[in-house]
């Protein structure tokens, strides 16, 4: 079984923020494939799906980014699943809006919603998928909670079909292989 975890902030009025881009990149995947089971467990919203036969979990934590591996490091543990099937899409701002960059492990870059995570998993050793969002000149929770602008919208539809496509390649062919196509 595999684990993708969108992070993100749970409400309507976070919806189709910056910050809830590894959100909006669960959807992307939901869109593609069957989602044959949902559920709310661990603090999250869970859809039960598949690829190619692989069962897949797309998780969504309902604790808000800062508070991400309190739903994420329950759920592992419960499965009993190793940190190789883990693999976390967020946002972030030393990249350019809409770029993808996949990683095999690494620490949070600052990021508290993987910070949250990598304390409570106790590792940083688990795949992510950063998607960049650009860094703002003025408050920076201004502009992760802030909307993507008209001009950014392309780019950012972009970027979740390639997470997608990215995350599809996880699944069937490993971290590895998805970095050297993707990034």
């Known amino acids: 079984m595999k684990v993708i975890v969108g992070l993100g902030n749970p409400g309507r009025k976070y919806s189709d ?48 980014m800062n508070l991400s591996g309190k739903a994420v490091q329950p759920l592992m543990r419960w499965f009993k699943l190793d940190l190789a099937e883990l693999i976390v899409v967020y946002d972030d701002m030393d990249l350019a809006p809409g770029a993808v960059r ?28 950063r998607i960049g969002i650009g860094r703002p000149d003025d408050e920076a929770i201004d502009w992760v909670l802030g909307k993507f602008s008209t001009a950014e919208q392309k780019l950012i539809k972009q970027a979740l079909d390639r997470t997608g496509d990215a995350l599809e390649c996880w699944v069937r062919q490993g971290i590895d292989r998805a970095m050297n196509e993707y990034n």
Not at 23 to 33: G, I, V, W
Not at 109 to 125: A, Q
């Open 17 to 64: 923020t910056r910050h809830n881009i590894g959100f909006r990149a669960l959807e992307e995947l939901a869109r593609r494939h069957t989602i044959e089971k949902e559920e709310s467990r661990f603090d999250s919203i869970i859809g039960h799906m598949r690829i190619d036969g692989e069962k897949v979990l797309l998780v969504k934590p309902l604790t808000y």
């Open 102 to 129: 996949l990683r095999a492990q690494g620490g949070s870059g600052g990021h508290k919603g993987m910070t949250s995570i990598i304390e409570r998993l106790g590792s940083k050793e688990f795949a992510r998928i």
